[in-house]
């Protein structure tokens, strides 16, 4: 039976480690995963700590991010007003690679917590492509 998460359509998963002689690989994301309608962009993010990031509000697209290493906490609040789990907030602490999905219409953020963490971020469409993407602060209520 597949794990229940407290924001609807969300999906976490953690990332399978290949060692090989010379090289460590992680296979991130699969077509058969079917997390991703569409490709619009990659990004490889190399975060520091410090302050939180803004929430970022994708109306149109979907987000697949990926920490290859270092600590982070991720957030998310669900601002789709159809959604079963409207306004439901949720944050996960992950040290091990990991796999999470950011439905649109549901804010995200992260932060590196103890040194630097290394992400990887897959999205539907380009940043900027649609009017209505925001960013908000993680303490904003809508």
Known sequence: MPEVFPIHDLFIRRISTIEEPNATRWLALRDTDHLLRRFGQAEVIHAL???KTPLR?????DEVW???EGQVEFVWH?????????DRWHCLTCDKPTLVLVPFGVAFGYRALAGSASLLRL???????????QELNWETKV
């Not at 509000?57 to 697209?61: D, E, F, N, Q």
């Open 123 to 133: 999205a539907t469409h380009p940043d900027g492509e649609h009017d209505g993407d």
């Open 66 to 68: 990926a920490l290859i």
């Open 57 to 61: 509000l994708r109306k149109v697209a």
């Open 78 to 86: 669900d601002l789709r007003q159809d959604s079963p789990t409207y």
């Open 49 to 51: 700590p410090g302050p």
